[in-house]
């Protein structure tokens, strides 16, 4: 990493196999008593790579993929975010899908960083606001929002994992103050 942030860049379809790696270990660290264990201990690296690798070939209407660079050259972090999805309805908001870290890159500026590029870009594409889902009982990942200015806005529905519904609370964030 380039001092205390990593390099950002968009991801490849060589990146596909760490990425899978970085979001099956985020679940299994993150989510660890939040939903069940079974579904943690199941998830599949290599389906799951496969999954982006099928993704990253299609036109995901605007999806932006990045990744988080060590000095060494290894990835660290992924995010995933584009226009907000409202059912099937696309709107001029953004919406952040996904930010998983390496469990030992927590703490080290990966995730800021990854956020932080994911705002400015979705600033300077015109979005005005940008949301997340995040589960109910991630505290660590509610306070980390909080700190980068999300607020919950009161929209909470179910996310069934494993065969269990976990709470999850939308978060959103004014863009419009964003520099770009």
Known sequence: MNG???????MTADDCDRVA???VRGWQ??????VPQPYLDGLDVAADAERHRARLLRDDGGV???VAETDGGGLAGWAAFGPYRDGETRTGDAELYALYLLPESIGRGVGRALLAEAVR???AAGH???YLWVFEGNTRARRFYERAGFAADGAEEPFEVGGVAVPEVRYAKDLAAVPG
């Open 121 to 123: 870009r979705c600033s």
């Open 21 to 23: 790696e970085i979001r």
């Open 128 to 130: 005005g606001r940008m």
């Open 64 to 66: 932006v993929n990045l």
């Open 29 to 34: 660290h993150a989510y660890r008593g939040l």
């Open 4 to 10: 205390a942030f990593p390099d950002l860049r968009a």
